[in-house]
Protein backbone atom coordinates (compact mmCIF):
# COMPACT_ATOMS: atom_id res chain seq x y z
CA UNK A 1 0.00 0.00 0.00
CA UNK A 2 0.80 3.33 -0.90
CA UNK A 3 2.29 5.26 2.34
CA UNK A 4 3.79 8.78 2.50
CA UNK A 5 6.10 10.15 5.75
CA UNK A 6 7.27 13.80 7.02
CA UNK A 7 4.36 15.45 3.99
CA UNK A 8 3.16 18.77 4.90
CA UNK A 9 -0.51 18.22 3.99
CA UNK A 10 -2.71 21.48 2.93
CA UNK A 11 -6.47 22.11 2.30
CA UNK A 12 -7.67 23.78 -0.79
CA UNK A 13 -8.14 27.43 1.16
CA UNK A 14 -4.89 27.12 2.84
CA UNK A 15 -6.90 27.77 6.35
CA UNK A 16 -4.58 25.23 8.10
CA UNK A 17 -2.36 22.39 7.69
CA UNK A 18 -1.19 18.96 8.92
CA UNK A 19 2.11 17.37 9.66
CA UNK A 20 1.16 13.98 10.13
CA UNK A 21 3.12 11.31 10.91
CA UNK A 22 1.57 9.27 7.84
CA UNK A 23 -0.70 9.46 5.17
CA UNK A 24 -2.04 5.92 3.70
CA UNK A 25 -3.63 5.07 0.37
CA UNK A 26 -5.42 2.10 0.90
CA UNK A 27 -6.61 0.70 -2.31
CA UNK A 28 -9.21 -1.82 -0.56
CA UNK A 29 -11.25 -2.16 2.02
CA UNK A 30 -9.50 -4.58 3.40
CA UNK A 31 -6.47 -1.95 3.93
CA UNK A 32 -8.86 0.51 5.34
CA UNK A 33 -9.74 -1.83 8.40
CA UNK A 34 -5.78 -3.19 8.81
CA UNK A 35 -4.90 0.15 8.96
CA UNK A 36 -7.65 0.94 11.55
CA UNK A 37 -6.57 -2.38 13.90
CA UNK A 38 -3.09 -0.96 13.58
CA UNK A 39 -4.16 2.31 14.80
CA UNK A 40 -5.79 1.14 17.55
CA UNK A 41 -2.80 -0.79 18.73
CA UNK A 42 -0.32 1.50 18.42
CA UNK A 43 -2.76 4.61 19.96
CA UNK A 44 -2.52 6.80 16.95
CA UNK A 45 -5.64 8.84 15.87
CA UNK A 46 -6.78 8.52 12.31
CA UNK A 47 -8.51 11.46 10.44
CA UNK A 48 -9.50 11.10 6.91
CA UNK A 49 -9.05 13.41 3.68
CA UNK A 50 -11.71 14.17 0.94
CA UNK A 51 -10.45 16.23 -1.59
CA UNK A 52 -9.70 18.92 1.49
CA UNK A 53 -12.02 21.32 0.33
CA UNK A 54 -13.22 21.69 4.01
CA UNK A 55 -12.14 25.65 5.64
CA UNK A 56 -12.34 23.81 8.99
CA UNK A 57 -9.62 21.79 11.03
CA UNK A 58 -11.06 18.67 10.62
CA UNK A 59 -8.22 16.85 8.92
CA UNK A 60 -6.28 18.37 10.93
CA UNK A 61 -3.53 16.14 12.40
CA UNK A 62 -0.50 15.14 13.26
CA UNK A 63 -0.41 11.62 13.53
CA UNK A 64 -2.20 9.31 10.77
CA UNK A 65 -3.96 10.55 7.71
CA UNK A 66 -6.22 8.16 5.10
CA UNK A 67 -6.82 9.42 1.75
CA UNK A 68 -9.20 7.34 0.03
CA UNK A 69 -7.99 8.35 -3.57
CA UNK A 70 -7.14 5.35 -4.42
CA UNK A 71 -10.52 3.74 -3.39
CA UNK A 72 -12.85 5.00 -5.91
CA UNK A 73 -14.73 4.37 -8.54
CA UNK A 74 -18.34 3.27 -9.63
CA UNK A 75 -19.22 -0.46 -8.04
CA UNK A 76 -22.77 -0.90 -9.77
CA UNK A 77 -25.56 1.00 -11.15
CA UNK A 78 -28.91 -0.54 -10.41
CA UNK A 79 -31.35 0.61 -13.26
CA UNK A 80 -34.29 -1.39 -11.61
CA UNK A 81 -34.23 0.43 -8.30
CA UNK A 82 -32.23 4.18 -9.87
CA UNK A 83 -29.53 3.77 -7.46
CA UNK A 84 -25.43 3.82 -7.55
CA UNK A 85 -22.86 2.34 -5.42
CA UNK A 86 -19.56 3.98 -5.57
CA UNK A 87 -16.65 3.93 -3.40
CA UNK A 88 -16.24 6.54 -0.88
CA UNK A 89 -13.02 8.56 -2.34
CA UNK A 90 -14.80 8.94 -5.97
CA UNK A 91 -14.77 12.52 -7.05
CA UNK A 92 -17.94 14.38 -7.77
CA UNK A 93 -17.12 15.19 -11.27
CA UNK A 94 -16.25 11.36 -11.94
CA UNK A 95 -19.65 9.92 -10.83
CA UNK A 96 -21.49 13.19 -12.96
CA UNK A 97 -19.68 11.68 -16.06
CA UNK A 98 -20.20 8.19 -15.28
CA UNK A 99 -23.55 8.30 -14.42
CA UNK A 100 -23.87 10.56 -17.66
CA UNK A 101 -23.03 8.30 -20.14
CA UNK A 102 -25.71 5.81 -18.76
CA UNK A 103 -28.26 8.43 -18.88
CA UNK A 104 -28.50 9.58 -15.50
CA UNK A 105 -27.27 11.91 -12.77
CA UNK A 106 -27.27 13.06 -8.97
CA UNK A 107 -30.47 15.08 -8.24
CA UNK A 108 -28.45 17.73 -7.59
CA UNK A 109 -25.32 19.26 -6.26
CA UNK A 110 -23.48 21.66 -5.38
CA UNK A 111 -21.19 24.48 -7.10
CA UNK A 112 -18.14 22.48 -7.67
CA UNK A 113 -18.07 18.65 -8.03
CA UNK A 114 -14.40 17.82 -7.45
CA UNK A 115 -15.12 17.10 -3.70
CA UNK A 116 -15.68 13.22 -2.88
CA UNK A 117 -18.63 11.77 -2.41
CA UNK A 118 -18.07 10.60 1.29
CA UNK A 119 -16.53 14.10 2.23
CA UNK A 120 -19.15 16.21 0.52
CA UNK A 121 -22.05 13.48 2.52
CA UNK A 122 -19.92 14.36 5.66
CA UNK A 123 -20.04 18.00 6.08
CA UNK A 124 -23.88 17.86 4.53
CA UNK A 125 -22.40 19.84 1.36
CA UNK A 126 -25.84 21.21 -0.26
CA UNK A 127 -26.79 22.87 -3.90
CA UNK A 128 -30.06 24.61 -4.53
CA UNK A 129 -33.37 23.89 -4.67
CA UNK A 130 -36.88 23.66 -2.31
CA UNK A 131 -37.84 20.31 -4.50
CA UNK A 132 -33.86 18.84 -2.82
CA UNK A 133 -32.49 17.80 0.52
CA UNK A 134 -28.29 18.39 0.93
CA UNK A 135 -26.67 15.66 -1.08
CA UNK A 136 -26.39 13.48 2.34
CA UNK A 137 -30.11 13.10 1.91
CA UNK A 138 -29.46 11.12 -1.37
CA UNK A 139 -28.05 8.30 0.29
CA UNK A 140 -29.41 4.72 0.88
CA UNK A 141 -27.12 3.12 2.23
CA UNK A 142 -23.39 3.69 3.79
CA UNK A 143 -20.32 0.69 4.51
CA UNK A 144 -18.58 2.47 7.71
CA UNK A 145 -15.49 1.26 9.20
CA UNK A 146 -15.66 1.82 12.60
CA UNK A 147 -12.58 1.81 15.25
CA UNK A 148 -12.63 -2.03 15.74
CA UNK A 149 -12.22 -2.24 12.05
CA UNK A 150 -15.43 -3.83 11.56
CA UNK A 151 -17.20 -3.05 8.35
CA UNK A 152 -20.46 -1.96 9.22
CA UNK A 153 -23.31 -1.68 6.44
CA UNK A 154 -26.29 1.19 7.47
CA UNK A 155 -29.28 1.86 5.85
CA UNK A 156 -32.94 2.55 6.90
CA UNK A 157 -33.37 -1.34 7.08
CA UNK A 158 -29.64 -2.65 8.51
CA UNK A 159 -28.27 -0.84 11.86
CA UNK A 160 -30.82 1.51 11.23
CA UNK A 161 -29.87 3.36 14.71
CA UNK A 162 -26.99 4.71 13.05
CA UNK A 163 -28.20 5.81 9.73
CA UNK A 164 -29.62 9.16 10.56
CA UNK A 165 -26.43 10.04 12.76
CA UNK A 166 -23.72 9.05 10.12
CA UNK A 167 -25.14 10.98 6.92
CA UNK A 168 -24.05 13.95 8.42
CA UNK A 169 -21.17 12.79 10.83
CA UNK A 170 -17.77 14.71 10.12
CA UNK A 171 -15.53 11.45 9.80
CA UNK A 172 -16.15 11.24 13.39
CA UNK A 173 -17.86 7.53 13.60
CA UNK A 174 -15.76 5.67 11.18
CA UNK A 175 -14.70 5.73 7.61
CA UNK A 176 -17.16 5.59 4.82
CA UNK A 177 -15.64 2.95 2.12
CA UNK A 178 -18.71 2.64 0.16
CA UNK A 179 -22.13 4.35 -0.57
CA UNK A 180 -25.41 4.09 -2.21
CA UNK A 181 -26.88 6.91 -3.81
CA UNK A 182 -30.20 6.92 -5.25
CA UNK A 183 -30.31 8.72 -8.75
CA UNK A 184 -32.23 10.14 -11.49
CA UNK A 185 -32.88 9.95 -15.05
CA UNK A 186 -30.80 13.01 -16.23
CA UNK A 187 -32.81 15.71 -17.31
CA UNK A 188 -31.94 18.49 -19.48
CA UNK A 189 -31.75 22.07 -18.23
CA UNK A 190 -31.72 25.28 -19.24
CA UNK A 191 -29.85 27.44 -17.14
CA UNK A 192 -30.11 30.95 -16.64
CA UNK A 193 -28.21 33.62 -15.23
CA UNK A 194 -30.08 37.45 -15.15
CA UNK A 195 -29.35 40.57 -13.44
CA UNK A 196 -32.52 42.42 -11.80
CA UNK A 197 -32.95 45.10 -9.36
CA UNK A 198 -32.96 44.11 -5.64
CA UNK A 199 -36.48 45.68 -5.16
CA UNK A 200 -38.00 43.44 -7.34
CA UNK A 201 -36.13 40.25 -6.01
CA UNK A 202 -37.56 41.51 -2.51
CA UNK A 203 -40.81 41.41 -4.30
CA UNK A 204 -40.54 38.35 -6.11
CA UNK A 205 -38.58 36.32 -3.62
CA UNK A 206 -41.33 33.29 -3.18
CA UNK A 207 -42.51 33.01 -6.39
CA UNK A 208 -38.74 32.76 -7.60
CA UNK A 209 -37.75 30.22 -4.99
CA UNK A 210 -41.05 28.00 -5.45
CA UNK A 211 -41.57 28.17 -9.36
CA UNK A 212 -38.02 26.89 -10.87
CA UNK A 213 -36.35 23.66 -10.05
CA UNK A 214 -33.00 25.14 -8.69
CA UNK A 215 -32.99 29.19 -7.94
CA UNK A 216 -30.04 31.04 -6.19
CA UNK A 217 -29.33 34.39 -6.16
CA UNK A 218 -26.08 37.07 -5.75
CA UNK A 219 -26.10 39.77 -3.74
CA UNK A 220 -23.20 42.19 -4.44
CA UNK A 221 -22.27 44.52 -1.81
CA UNK A 222 -22.49 48.22 -2.26
CA UNK A 223 -24.53 47.36 -5.28
CA UNK A 224 -28.86 47.12 -6.04
CA UNK A 225 -28.05 45.17 -8.58
CA UNK A 226 -28.67 41.15 -8.24
CA UNK A 227 -27.55 37.74 -10.25
CA UNK A 228 -30.09 35.31 -10.26
CA UNK A 229 -29.44 31.88 -11.20
CA UNK A 230 -31.86 29.40 -12.50
CA UNK A 231 -32.04 25.76 -13.70
CA UNK A 232 -35.58 24.13 -14.76
CA UNK A 233 -35.98 21.16 -16.91
CA UNK A 234 -36.11 22.04 -20.81
CA UNK A 235 -37.02 20.14 -24.33
CA UNK A 236 -34.68 21.58 -26.00
CA UNK A 237 -31.19 19.81 -27.43
CA UNK A 238 -28.11 19.93 -25.43
CA UNK A 239 -25.69 22.55 -26.65
CA UNK A 240 -21.83 22.06 -26.49
CA UNK A 241 -20.89 24.42 -23.28
CA UNK A 242 -17.03 25.05 -24.24
CA UNK A 243 -17.82 28.62 -25.27
CA UNK A 244 -20.10 28.80 -21.69
CA UNK A 245 -17.06 27.19 -19.73
CA UNK A 246 -14.75 29.31 -21.21
CA UNK A 247 -16.91 32.52 -20.71
CA UNK A 248 -16.91 31.32 -17.36
CA UNK A 249 -13.06 30.98 -16.56
CA UNK A 250 -12.91 34.38 -18.87
CA UNK A 251 -15.35 36.30 -16.64
CA UNK A 252 -15.76 34.64 -12.83
CA UNK A 253 -12.03 33.49 -12.36
CA UNK A 254 -9.12 35.10 -14.60
CA UNK A 255 -10.95 38.27 -14.94
CA UNK A 256 -12.63 38.67 -11.16
CA UNK A 257 -8.84 37.10 -10.00
CA UNK A 258 -7.67 40.33 -11.26
CA UNK A 259 -10.23 42.72 -9.60
CA UNK A 260 -9.62 41.08 -6.46
CA UNK A 261 -5.73 41.77 -6.96
CA UNK A 262 -7.13 45.09 -7.19
CA UNK A 263 -8.78 45.03 -3.90
CA UNK A 264 -6.23 43.45 -1.91
CA UNK A 265 -3.72 46.00 -2.84
CA UNK A 266 -6.55 48.66 -2.93
CA UNK A 267 -9.11 47.64 -0.16
CA UNK A 268 -10.68 51.29 -1.30
CA UNK A 269 -11.88 50.19 -4.75
CA UNK A 270 -13.64 47.18 -2.56
CA UNK A 271 -17.07 49.42 -3.13
CA UNK A 272 -16.34 50.29 -6.40
CA UNK A 273 -15.51 46.89 -7.68
CA UNK A 274 -18.21 45.18 -6.71
CA UNK A 275 -20.81 47.32 -8.15
CA UNK A 276 -18.72 47.14 -11.32
CA UNK A 277 -18.67 42.86 -10.94
CA UNK A 278 -22.74 43.69 -10.42
CA UNK A 279 -23.35 45.58 -13.64
CA UNK A 280 -21.02 42.91 -15.65
CA UNK A 281 -22.76 39.35 -14.66
CA UNK A 282 -23.78 38.03 -18.26
CA UNK A 283 -27.39 37.84 -19.62
CA UNK A 284 -27.20 34.09 -20.12
CA UNK A 285 -29.32 30.83 -21.39
CA UNK A 286 -28.15 27.19 -21.94
CA UNK A 287 -29.40 24.06 -22.19
CA UNK A 288 -27.15 20.72 -21.55
CA UNK A 289 -27.30 17.75 -19.40
CA UNK A 290 -27.72 18.34 -15.53
CA UNK A 291 -24.48 16.91 -14.75
CA UNK A 292 -22.68 19.53 -16.73
CA UNK A 293 -24.50 23.03 -15.16
CA UNK A 294 -24.32 22.61 -11.75
CA UNK A 295 -20.63 23.00 -11.32
CA UNK A 296 -18.33 25.58 -12.26
CA UNK A 297 -14.16 25.85 -11.73
CA UNK A 298 -13.27 27.90 -8.68
CA UNK A 299 -9.89 29.53 -9.75
CA UNK A 300 -10.02 32.45 -7.37
CA UNK A 301 -8.87 31.23 -3.71
CA UNK A 302 -11.17 32.28 -0.62
CA UNK A 303 -12.07 31.98 3.31
CA UNK A 304 -15.61 31.57 3.44
CA UNK A 305 -18.39 30.64 6.42
CA UNK A 306 -21.78 29.72 5.17
CA UNK A 307 -24.92 29.85 7.47
CA UNK A 308 -27.95 28.07 7.34
CA UNK A 309 -30.92 29.58 8.61
CA UNK A 310 -34.99 28.86 8.38
CA UNK A 311 -36.18 29.92 4.94
CA UNK A 312 -38.61 32.16 6.46
CA UNK A 313 -36.13 34.35 7.48
CA UNK A 314 -34.34 34.84 4.37
CA UNK A 315 -35.63 38.52 3.36
CA UNK A 316 -34.84 40.01 7.01
CA UNK A 317 -31.95 38.32 6.70
CA UNK A 318 -30.27 39.68 3.82
CA UNK A 319 -31.24 43.20 4.58
CA UNK A 320 -29.82 43.39 7.46
CA UNK A 321 -26.69 42.05 5.92
CA UNK A 322 -26.97 44.58 2.93
CA UNK A 323 -27.44 47.49 6.07
CA UNK A 324 -24.62 45.76 7.65
CA UNK A 325 -22.29 46.11 5.31
CA UNK A 326 -22.87 49.50 4.26
CA UNK A 327 -22.66 51.05 7.75
CA UNK A 328 -19.69 49.48 8.76
CA UNK A 329 -18.31 50.07 5.51
CA UNK A 330 -17.20 46.48 4.93
CA UNK A 331 -14.09 46.24 2.45
CA UNK A 332 -15.97 43.19 0.52
CA UNK A 333 -15.89 42.60 -2.98
CA UNK A 334 -16.86 39.16 -3.49
CA UNK A 335 -21.01 38.74 -3.69
CA UNK A 336 -22.83 36.87 -0.82
CA UNK A 337 -24.19 33.44 -2.46
CA UNK A 338 -27.81 33.03 -1.43
CA UNK A 339 -28.77 28.84 -1.15
CA UNK A 340 -32.05 27.02 -0.89
CA UNK A 341 -32.38 23.80 0.50
CA UNK A 342 -35.32 21.49 1.79
CA UNK A 343 -35.87 20.00 4.85
CA UNK A 344 -34.67 16.75 6.00
CA UNK A 345 -34.15 14.44 9.25
CA UNK A 346 -30.35 13.91 9.49
CA UNK A 347 -29.20 15.05 13.23
CA UNK A 348 -26.26 16.80 12.19
CA UNK A 349 -27.46 18.33 9.34
CA UNK A 350 -27.81 21.86 9.46
CA UNK A 351 -31.50 21.92 7.70
CA UNK A 352 -32.51 19.17 10.11
CA UNK A 353 -36.34 19.72 10.43
CA UNK A 354 -36.25 23.03 8.82
CA UNK A 355 -36.95 24.17 5.37
CA UNK A 356 -33.51 26.57 4.58
CA UNK A 357 -31.69 29.28 3.36
CA UNK A 358 -27.86 29.17 2.67
CA UNK A 359 -25.94 32.20 2.62
CA UNK A 360 -22.66 32.26 2.25
CA UNK A 361 -20.03 34.79 2.89
CA UNK A 362 -16.48 35.19 0.69
CA UNK A 363 -13.00 36.78 1.52
CA UNK A 364 -10.48 37.16 -1.03
CA UNK A 365 -7.20 35.09 0.02
CA UNK A 366 -5.10 37.71 1.39
CA UNK A 367 -7.27 40.18 2.60
CA UNK A 368 -8.19 40.68 6.38
CA UNK A 369 -12.08 38.92 7.14
CA UNK A 370 -12.44 38.55 10.58
CA UNK A 371 -14.44 41.54 11.21
CA UNK A 372 -16.75 41.17 7.82
CA UNK A 373 -17.16 37.43 8.83
CA UNK A 374 -17.98 38.97 12.98
CA UNK A 375 -20.34 41.40 11.91
CA UNK A 376 -22.18 38.81 9.63
CA UNK A 377 -21.70 35.25 11.86
CA UNK A 378 -23.52 37.63 14.16
CA UNK A 379 -26.69 38.43 12.18
CA UNK A 380 -26.85 34.53 11.08
CA UNK A 381 -26.94 34.08 15.07
CA UNK A 382 -29.97 36.11 15.48
CA UNK A 383 -31.40 34.02 12.65
CA UNK A 384 -30.96 31.02 14.99
CA UNK A 385 -28.46 30.17 11.79
CA UNK A 386 -26.68 26.85 11.87
CA UNK A 387 -22.75 27.37 10.38
CA UNK A 388 -22.17 24.72 7.35
CA UNK A 389 -19.56 22.16 9.18
CA UNK A 390 -16.96 22.17 6.10
CA UNK A 391 -16.97 26.15 6.16
CA UNK A 392 -14.98 28.61 8.98
CA UNK A 393 -17.54 29.82 12.14
CA UNK A 394 -16.71 30.38 15.51
CA UNK A 395 -19.26 27.82 17.27
CA UNK A 396 -18.74 26.19 20.67
CA UNK A 397 -19.59 23.07 21.82
CA UNK A 398 -22.55 24.61 23.95
CA UNK A 399 -23.48 26.30 20.96
CA UNK A 400 -24.26 23.48 19.20
CA UNK A 401 -26.49 21.40 21.86
CA UNK A 402 -29.12 24.25 21.23
CA UNK A 403 -28.63 24.36 17.52
CA UNK A 404 -29.00 20.68 16.82
CA UNK A 405 -31.70 19.00 19.24
CA UNK A 406 -30.31 15.60 18.39
CA UNK A 407 -26.84 16.44 19.26
CA UNK A 408 -26.77 14.31 22.55
CA UNK A 409 -28.01 11.69 20.37
CA UNK A 410 -25.32 12.16 18.21
CA UNK A 411 -22.36 12.08 20.65
CA UNK A 412 -24.15 8.87 22.71
CA UNK A 413 -23.71 7.35 19.19
CA UNK A 414 -19.99 8.86 18.58
CA UNK A 415 -18.94 7.27 22.05
CA UNK A 416 -20.45 3.79 21.48
CA UNK A 417 -18.55 3.80 18.28
CA UNK A 418 -15.72 5.24 18.99
CA UNK A 419 -15.24 5.18 22.76
CA UNK A 420 -11.35 5.89 22.52
CA UNK A 421 -11.56 8.87 20.41
CA UNK A 422 -9.80 7.20 17.27
CA UNK A 423 -11.34 9.23 14.54
CA UNK A 424 -10.81 12.68 16.78
CA UNK A 425 -8.70 15.38 16.73
CA UNK A 426 -7.91 18.64 18.62
CA UNK A 427 -10.35 20.51 16.59
CA UNK A 428 -13.25 17.93 16.91
CA UNK A 429 -12.37 17.40 20.81
CA UNK A 430 -13.18 21.03 20.76
CA UNK A 431 -16.54 20.78 19.33
CA UNK A 432 -18.09 17.87 20.37
CA UNK A 433 -17.05 16.77 23.98
CA UNK A 434 -17.25 18.32 27.11
CA UNK A 435 -14.90 20.98 28.00
CA UNK A 436 -13.85 19.66 31.46
CA UNK A 437 -12.72 16.40 30.26
CA UNK A 438 -10.64 17.73 27.52
CA UNK A 439 -7.06 18.52 27.41
CA UNK A 440 -6.86 20.02 23.98
CA UNK A 441 -5.17 23.66 24.84
CA UNK A 442 -7.32 26.71 24.67
CA UNK A 443 -5.00 28.03 21.75
CA UNK A 444 -6.53 25.48 19.39
CA UNK A 445 -10.35 27.19 19.05
CA UNK A 446 -11.85 29.04 17.03
CA UNK A 447 -11.80 28.47 13.19
CA UNK A 448 -12.26 32.07 11.95
C1 LIG B 1 -14.33 26.26 -3.85
C2 LIG B 1 -15.29 25.56 -2.91
C3 LIG B 1 -16.63 25.46 -3.27
C4 LIG B 1 -17.52 24.81 -2.42
N1 LIG B 1 -18.84 24.75 -2.79
C5 LIG B 1 -19.73 24.19 -1.93
C6 LIG B 1 -21.12 24.13 -2.27
O1 LIG B 1 -21.54 24.53 -3.35
N2 LIG B 1 -21.97 23.61 -1.34
C7 LIG B 1 -21.55 23.17 -0.13
O2 LIG B 1 -22.36 22.75 0.69
N3 LIG B 1 -20.24 23.17 0.19
C8 LIG B 1 -19.33 23.66 -0.68
N4 LIG B 1 -18.01 23.64 -0.35
C9 LIG B 1 -17.59 22.93 0.88
C10 LIG B 1 -17.27 21.46 0.57
O3 LIG B 1 -18.25 20.87 -0.25
C11 LIG B 1 -17.23 20.65 1.86
O4 LIG B 1 -16.32 21.21 2.74
C12 LIG B 1 -16.91 19.17 1.60
O5 LIG B 1 -16.94 18.47 2.79
C13 LIG B 1 -15.56 18.97 0.94
O6 LIG B 1 -15.46 17.63 0.52
P1 LIG B 1 -14.01 16.96 0.47
O7 LIG B 1 -14.13 15.70 -0.30
O8 LIG B 1 -13.02 17.96 0.03
O9 LIG B 1 -13.82 16.57 1.99
P2 LIG B 1 -12.73 17.08 3.04
O10 LIG B 1 -12.84 18.55 3.17
O11 LIG B 1 -11.42 16.51 2.71
O12 LIG B 1 -13.32 16.39 4.34
C14 LIG B 1 -14.55 16.80 4.87
C15 LIG B 1 -14.93 15.90 6.03
O13 LIG B 1 -15.28 14.63 5.54
C16 LIG B 1 -14.53 13.63 6.21
N5 LIG B 1 -14.32 12.53 5.29
C17 LIG B 1 -13.76 12.57 4.06
N6 LIG B 1 -13.74 11.35 3.53
C18 LIG B 1 -14.29 10.52 4.43
C19 LIG B 1 -14.56 9.13 4.49
N7 LIG B 1 -14.24 8.33 3.48
N8 LIG B 1 -15.15 8.63 5.59
C20 LIG B 1 -15.49 9.42 6.62
N9 LIG B 1 -15.25 10.74 6.63
C21 LIG B 1 -14.66 11.28 5.55
C22 LIG B 1 -13.26 14.32 6.61
O14 LIG B 1 -12.61 13.65 7.65
C23 LIG B 1 -13.81 15.67 7.03
O15 LIG B 1 -14.32 15.60 8.32
C24 LIG B 1 -17.07 24.27 -1.18
C25 LIG B 1 -15.71 24.35 -0.84
C26 LIG B 1 -14.83 24.99 -1.69
C27 LIG B 1 -13.38 25.08 -1.30
Known amino acids: MKTEQGRTWKNWA?????HPEKIYYPSSIDEVRTIVKEAAIEGKSIRVIGAGHSFTRLVESDEWLISLDSLSGIESIDKENDTVTIFGGTRLYYVGEELGREG????????INVQ????AISTGTHGTGLQFGNISTQV???WLITAAGEILPISKTENAQYFHACLVSLGTLGIIVKVTLKIIKCPIYEYKSDQIEFSILKKNLTQLIESNRHFEFYLF???????IKTMNVSDQKPKRLRLHH????????YLFFILSEVCRLFPNTCRFISRLSSKSVGRTSISAHSYQLFATPRIVKFREIEYCIPLSQLLPAIQEIRKCIEENKHKVHFPIECRMVKADDLWLSPSYKRDSAYI????YKGMPYEEYFHDMEQIMKKYDGRPHW???HNRSHIDLYSLYPMFADFLTIRNELDPYGLFLNGYLKELLTEKDLMETPKSSIGTI
Open 221 to 227: PYSDTVQ
Open 390 to 392: GKM
Open 246 to 253: FKNLLLEN
Open 116 to 119: SIAG
Open 14 to 18: HTFES
Open 140 to 142: VKV
Open 104 to 111: YSQENLGD
Open 360 to 363: AFHM
